[in-house]
C-alpha cells in the first residue's frame, strides 16, 4: 500500500470516528455550547495519559517496525485495523501523528455534558477513558510479548 493511499485509509476511518461521535453526542445539556467549552484541568489529566499511553504504544510499534517485525526469531503483526499488518516506520509515524490530532480535536469538540433519553452524560470523559483503557491494553500487551521501545 502506498503511502497516499495509506494515508486515505486513516483519513476515511477518522472522519467515520467523528461522523460517529457527532452523532452519537449531537445534543449538548446548553444549547450555547462552543468548541472546547468548559475545558478543565482534569480534562487536561484525561487527555495527557491518553496521549502518554498513544506515545509508548507509537515507541513500540515503531520499534516492531524498524525490525522488520520480527521479536525473539518470530514474525509479529500489528492488530491495528486501520494499519496494514506489517507497517512501514513512516506509516506508523502518519498514523500515531494523525490520531493524536484526531483525538485531541474530538476531545475538545465534544460537550461536557449531554442528554441521550433523559440521561445526562459526559461524552468528552467517555471518549477519553474509553481510548485510554484501549491504548493501555495495546500497551501491556505489546509490553507482556517482550516489546520495548527504541524511538
Given at each position: 500500500m502506498t503511502s497516499l493511499a495509506f494515508m486515505g485509509v486513516v483519513v476515511k476511518r477518522t472522519s467515520a470516528c467523528i461522523a460517529l461521535a457527532i452523532f452519537l453526542f449531537c445534543t449538548p445539556a446548553h444549547a450555547e455550547y462552543k468548541f472546547a467549552d468548559s475545558w478543565t484541568w482534569k480534562d487536561t489529566a484525561y487527555q495527557a495519559t491518553f496521549l502518554t499511553l498513544l506515545g509508548v504504544d507509537y515507541g513500540q510499534t515503531r520499534t516492531m517496525a524498524k525490525n522488520n517485525w520480527i521479536l525473539d526469531g518470530r514474525l509479529h503483526y500489528e492488530s491495528c485495523p486501520v494499519l496494514p499488518r506489517h507497517p512501514s516506520t513512516s506509516e506508523v509515524d502518519l498514523y500515531f501523528g494523525l490520531s493524536a490530532l484526531a483525538h485531541t480535536i474530538i476531545a475538545l469538540a465534544l460537550p461536557p455534558e449531554a442528554k441521550i433519553f433523559d440521561f445526562k452524560i459526559?461524552?468528552?470523559?467517555?471518549?477519553?477513558?474509553?481510548?485510554?483503557?484501549?491504548?493501555?491494553?495495546?500497551?501491556?500487551?505489546?509490553?507482556?510479548?517482550?516489546?520495548?521501545?527504541e524511538f
Open positions: 459526559n461524552p468528552r470523559r467517555i471518549w477519553q477513558s474509553v481510548w485510554i483503557a484501549t491504548e493501555a491494553g495495546y500497551v501491556g500487551y505489546n509490553y507482556s510479548v517482550g516489546v520495548r521501545i
